[in-house]
């Protein structure tokens, strides 16, 4: 019997190749006649104006944290929804259940809180 | 070794042939939407298959230009975003069961790339790892319309992450199992027990979020071509610039077997249980060969009475008979393979292979369904504006699915 994950490396490798595929024919079969035009940034047909590298909007890194609060409060979910019909069997429902509750309660007033502070408001 | 590289080759290659074809679907479907034409032009020989030769043209077309790399580019990390994006597209599809699993010697032979116990966070992970591609292609395209396509769209794949994770917690809940197999096997083979309805929110939930990880339409906002040219891709050309494309319809076409497999019974074939599909395959057999051989001489009649010869004047009269003519003979030696045959008995094997062709053909109808609504939804909705986005997101999905969440656990508690 074979290690459960060996498909899902020879998957990875399959489309590896696939993709290498596509990458090595279009550079050995296309045509390459870069002129200097042609190989500046785009926009719009106009000359570039600056470089695109400059400060950015401090929202996008902000969604980023926030998503990672919210994204491990998801993974911690994970194991107690798929045990959940378990506990219930056995008598343990009504603990399980208030326990979670708590959590999402939690969870529920870390939204409220960043709803409140206007951190998901987008101007 | 064999048996493994066929369920990955097998379900792979379905995968990759769906994409040219979803490609005409959606050129030939919007098209219809916005009454026109469509596609019709490319040939082979003079005949033009309705249009379903472009996907060819195509690709033969985006091969051979020119692969433009501009010299702003940070040339490492440009080459590899559209391989990290069509690769990661092609990845996730392992653990997607395809069939009742099979019991060959009394052992169980699951019909699905990778059996994993934990599909569905598999599935998640896999599916949050595009990001890197888009988010790689738009930094290192130094552009500005590309580096504001990539941010864009790794902010609202990140949003739409977590009401996704969110919502599939209560189908979790109900199954009871991270496995895909054993999610559907619990919805069993009557539409009424499939998890669409018993848990509708959690499912139209769940297609939003898929909408938006796939970037489609309502949500393209990072590739919305009247504000940003072409979002992270703007500077892509020839094959790499079709890389994105195709990973965007393998992303199409994982998701709608997500949608399908969570929410509406996966394999499950409506009404006939995998056990009675085993039991009356004979019958099975006959029926579906008749049907099949039916259908086809109905088509090809229909195109054969279609044939005028001065209609054009060329060799475009004779397409219909080019379709018509093998239609009409397949469907006739179907026919006749099926009265020769009658109901015949084929063993334990014959047994087990067609109920599993029919519950595949059952997934891949569901499947086609779904692709066909994100075609649909494309060519009918205008697109969201950025902070609609972020609002529905956040303020709506998010708090949507943790009450689906406390809903479903008090429910199953009292139940």
Redesign the interface.
């Known amino acids: 019997m074979?290690h459960?994950?060996?498909?899902?490396l020879?998957?990875?490798v399959?489309?590896?190749l696939?993709?290498?595929v596509?990458?090595l024919?279009?550079?050995l079969?296309?045509?390459?006649?870069?002129t200097k035009s042609?190989?500046?940034?785009?926009?719009?047909g106009l000359k570039p104006v600056g470089?695109?590298?400059e400060r950015?909007d401090v929202?996008?890194s902000l969604?980023?944290m926030?998503?990672i609060l919210?994204?491990i409060e998801?993974?911690f979910?994970?194991p107690w929804?798929?045990?959940?019909?378990?506990f219930?069997k056995s008598g343990l429902?009504?603990f399980m259940?208030i326990e979670?509750?708590i959590f999402?309660f939690i969870?529920?007033v870390g939204?409220v809180y960043v709803?409140r502070k206007k951190a998901?408001?987008?101007? | 070794m064999g048996i493994i590289i066929a369920k990955i080759l097998i379900p792979f290659l379905i995968i990759v042939n769906l994409i040219p074809l979803l490609i005409w679907v959606e050129r030939k479907g919007s098209a219809y939407i916005q009454d026109r034409r469509g596609p019709n032009r490319a040939s082979f020989f003079g005949i033009r298959l309705g249009g379903l030769l472009h996907a060819l043209a195509d690709v033969i077309k985006l091969i051979t230009k020119e692969d433009i790399i501009p010299s702003q580019v940070n040339k490492p990390f440009f080459i590899l975003a559209p391989f990290i994006t069509l690769t990661i597209a092609c990845v996730t599809y392992a653990v997607i069961p395809f069939a009742d699993p099979l019991i060959i010697d009394g052992k169980l032979f699951p019909l699905q790339a990778a059996n994993l116990n934990v599909g569905i966070l598999y599935i998640l992970s896999m599916s949050s790892l595009g990001v890197f591609g888009v988010m790689l292609a738009g930094w290192s395209s130094n552009n500005k319309y590309a580096l504001l396509g990539g941010l864009r769209s790794s902010a609202q794949m990140f949003s739409y992450e977590i009401s996704m994770g969110l919502s599939l917690m209560s189908v979790v809940m109900i199954g009871g199992s991270l496995e895909l197999t054993t999610i559907i096997n619990q919805q069993s083979h009557f539409p009424w027990q499939w998890n669409f309805l018993k848990q509708p929110l959690a499912c139209l939930l769940f297609i939003v979020a898929t909408f938006a990880e796939t970037n489609r339409n309502p949500f393209d906002l990072p590739e919305g071509e009247s504000e940003i040219v072409a979002g992270y891709h703007t500077e892509y050309s020839s094959m790499k610039f079709a890389m994105f494309f195709m990973a965007e319809y393998a992303h199409i076409i994982i998701a709608s077997a997500l949608i399908s497999c969570l929410f509406f019974g996966g394999w499950q074939f409506p009404f006939l249980s995998t056990h009675f599909l085993r039991e009356q395959a004979g019958e099975g057999i006959f029926i579906l060969l008749l049907a099949h051989a039916f259908l086809f001489v109905l088509i090809g009649i229909f195109l054969l009475s279609k044939f005028s010869k001065g209609k054009y004047g060329d060799k475009r009269d004779y397409e219909v008979l080019v379709i018509g003519v093998p239609f009409t003979l397949l469907g006739l030696g179907l026919g006749f393979t099926a009265l020769f045959i009658g109901t015949g008995d084929y063993g334990v094997m014959g047994r087990q292979i067609f109920a599993a062709l029919m519950q595949f053909g059952a997934l891949m109808t569901k499947i086609l369904f779904f692709c066909w609504l994100f075609i649909w939804v494309r060519w009918t909705l205008p697109r969201f504006r950025y902070d609609q986005l972020m609002h529905l997101g956040w303020k709506v999905m998010i708090p949507l699915s943790l009450a689906n969440i406390f809903i479903t656990g008090v429910v199953l508690l009292f139940l």
């Not at chain 1, 042609?38 to 719009?44: F, G, T, V």
């Open positions: 074979h459960p994950y060996l498909p899902v020879l998957i990875i399959l489309g590896g696939f993709a290498g596509f990458l024919a279009s550079s079969i296309g045509p390459k006649k870069g042609k190989l500046s940034p785009y926009e719009c470089n695109a590298r950015l929202k996008f969604v980023a926030l998503f919210f994204d998801t993974v979910l994970f929804a798929v045990l959940y019909r378990d219930i429902g009504l259940a979670m509750g999402l969870l529920a939204l709803w998901l408001d987008w101007r």
